[in-house]
């Protein structure tokens, strides 16, 4: 079954523990992203991946880190949560333009909760 | 670079009846739309999408959208609402490639029976 899988699904952590969250995608596709959603402001994006080893920021970087050494696996760190990264995180992935932007996959969502 | 704007934070329906939920862009060029349903608990699924062509496209579970360029919409429908309809509904807006993916902060349905 085509998927994107992301590990755990719930967190509840205090600030300056590191962690990471973990996302895998069994489609072959090059392109995955990291979003979070907050209420009111629905999906902002964390950070992207055109393909292995090319990452970019996306419009909410800051306190995040994103690697892509193999091309199904997509994690997401965070070196030293804070409150204000409470959240539900979703991973999502999706071939590479087709027709100008393509329909991404979504995995099942993270929420993280940082007291 | 791109917005946009779905104006109804919740709406609430009875079971049996019609549903428009609204969905505003803002974007200079031709834009790449989209509607995601998210039930509770779940992540996104793509309910349908418009690149080009018909401006009246068909989606899953029945609902369909209408892409006016003279209003800047994207206007979701079903002519039924079901109880399994309840969840949120993301309007997303693309610009030539995914690291220009525009989302709404979403509109809430409620389906009363």
């Known amino acids: 079954e085509a998927q994107v899988t992301q590990n755990p699904r719930y967190l509840i952590t205090v600030t300056g523990k590191k962690l990471t969250v973990t996302c895998s995608q069994n489609m072959n596709h090059e392109y995955m992203s990291w979003y979070r959603q907050d209420p009111g402001l629905g999906l902002r994006q964390i950070y992207y991946s055109m393909n292995v080893e090319v990452t970019d920021k996306g419009d909410v970087p800051e306190g995040y880190k994103v690697s892509r050494k193999e091309k199904r696996n997509f994690p997401l760190i965070l070196e030293s949560p804070s409150p204000n990264q409470t959240s539900l995180y979703f991973c999502?992935?999706?071939?590479?333009?087709?027709?100008?932007?393509?329909?991404?996959?979504f995995g099942p969502g993270t929420r993280l909760t940082v007291t | 670079a791109q917005s946009v704007t779905q104006p109804d934070i919740h709406i609430t329906v009875s079971e049996g009846a019609s549903l428009e939920l609204r969905c505003n862009y803002s974007y200079g060029a031709t834009p790449y739309l989209f509607w995601y349903v998210q039930s509770p608990g779940q992540g996104l699924q793509l309910l349908l999408k418009?690149?080009?062509?018909?401006?009246l496209v068909q989606g899953i579970k029945g609902f369909e959208a209408e892409f006016k360029r003279s209003q800047s919409s994207f206007n979701l429908r079903k002519p039924s609402v079901h109880w399994s309809d309840a969840a949120e509904y993301f309007c997303?807006?693309?610009?030539?490639?995914?690291?220009?993916?525009?989302f709404g902060a979403g509109t809430r349905l409620t389906v009363k029976p």
């Open positions: 999502a992935s999706s071939l590479k333009f087709q027709q100008g932007a393509s329909e991404q996959y």
């Open positions: 418009y690149f080009s062509g018909d401006t």
């Open positions: 997303a807006v693309g610009a030539g490639n995914n690291n220009d993916m525009r």
